[in-house]
Each structure stands twice: as C-alpha cells, then as structure tokens.
C-alpha cells in the first residue's frame, strides 16, 4: 500500500527559514511532487524530485532521499502570502498506469 | 493560471441525486486524473483517462464514472449522492500516459451534498 506522512501544522515568521517534512512508503515510487494549496484554491506545483539530492528553486527548495523514503521543502525568506497548505505527493505506479498519491497537507501559518 | 477549467464552481444536491462535473483539459494534454479532496484533507486519486479510456482506477465505488471525450475534455459523473460526497473535486490535466511528468489542476468544483 501507500503512505504518506507530513505534520498537519506549523508556525514560522516572516523573514524566517521552515522545513517541512514528508516521509512516504510506496511500491512503485516514481517521483516525488510538492504542492501549495491557497484555501479554497487549486494545489499549484512547486517541485519535482525523482533522483536523490536537492532541487532549488528560487525562495523554495526540495530534497529527497529514496532510501529513506524521506522528502522536504525549504521555504526561506518566508512572506505573509506563503501561509497555506503545502502536500506531498508521490508518483506511484499502479498496475500500468501512474498516479499522485498525496499526503494530508501541512498547514504553514506565517506570521508578521 | 493552469489552462485547465471545471465547470461548476460550486453545486448543492440532496442525497440520492446524481450530479456530473465538468473539465476541460490544458492545450495540448491527453490525460485527466479526476481527484476527490475532503475539507482538511490530500486528494485522492478517483480514475484517470487517456484518450478517452479509463486509465487507471482508486479506491472509489462504481457509483463514481466518467467520460473522456475526443477533445480530452471529461466528465465526472457521481451517482446516489450521499452525504460524505461532499468535497471539492479536482480535475488535473498531463502529457502522456500515466499522468506525466506535472499535472496541472483545475480550480475545482465544491460539491455539497444536503
């Protein structure tokens, strides 16, 4: 089967750095997705990690190790606007087709 | 803004009735995945189409179908509504099949079912 764990909630200032974390258990892993979700809104696509290592992209980042089945994003800088939720997601391949797989979400509140 | 629509925003219905929404693929993809998200939930996956075939299938009662049309625009169809329906529904469109390497979502349609 499928897991996926991520913390339901964090708190962070504006300004400051947060790392949100996300561990995952999957049989067919083929790659690995974060998303921010506005409330009331559309999940938008952040990242994309299929190999080991860290993807930057500018205020935000994603790391993923698939050894440990374990993944996170780093939001630095952090601004009012980025208050949302945040979902992991994981690209599992099912039988012949490929499907995201999601976490709950973390609900990040930024504060000024 | 994705290029990926859904039709309607948001829809009432009582229990037992039948409800079908709408979405229209981003230019140039072939895939919909149709998700169900309950209020302070992830998505999770319903079914998935590829040129106008069911795909790929999650853990979700006949009473949920769909359709892909020869644009690749598709319809979620949900029959004998029941209370714990009530979710928003996204459509995310993809190159390829198995979804590709990004989905895109649609804004998505808030059902609620009374």
């Given at each position: 089967g499928?897991?996926?764990d991520q913390p339901t909630e964090m708190t962070a200032t504006e300004g400051a750095i947060v790392q949100i974390n996300c561990t995952y258990q999957t049989s067919g892993f083929n790659g690995l997705f974060w998303y921010?979700?506005?409330?009331?809104?559309a999940p938008t696509f952040l990242s994309y990690n299929v190999l080991d290592g860290l993807e930057e992209k500018g205020r935000f980042s994603s790391f993923l190790s698939r050894?440990?089945?374990?993944?996170?994003?780093?939001?630095k800088e952090l601004q009012m606007k980025d208050s949302a939720s945040?979902?992991?997601?994981?690209?599992?391949?099912?039988?012949g087709f490929q499907k995201l797989v999601f976490g709950t979400g973390t609900r990040l509140l930024v504060s000024p | 803004e994705t290029g990926v629509t859904q039709s309607p925003t948001h829809l009432i219905?009582?229990?037992?009735?039948q409800v079908t929404l709408r979405c229209s693929s981003q230019s140039g993809h072939n895939t919909v995945s149709w998700y169900q998200q309950a209020l302070g939930?992830?998505?999770?996956?319903?079914?998935?189409?590829?040129?106008e075939e069911e795909n790929g299938r999650g853990n979700f009662p006949p009473?949920?179908?769909?359709?892909?049309f020869p644009n690749y625009s598709s319809e979620l169809n949900v029959n004998a509504l029941e209370l714990d329906d009530s979710a928003l529904y996204l459509c995310a469109s993809s190159r390829g099949q198995g979804g590709g390497y990004e989905q895109y979502f649609g804004p998505g349609?808030?059902?609620t079912v009374t």
């Open positions: 499928q897991n996926i921010q979700q506005h409330a009331g809104e050894s440990k089945g374990y993944s996170y994003l780093l939001l945040y979902l992991c997601a994981v690209r599992d391949w099912g039988t | 219905k009582t229990r037992g009735q939930q992830g998505p999770q996956f319903i079914f998935q189409y590829y040129r009473r949920f179908s769909g359709l892909q349609t808030r059902l």
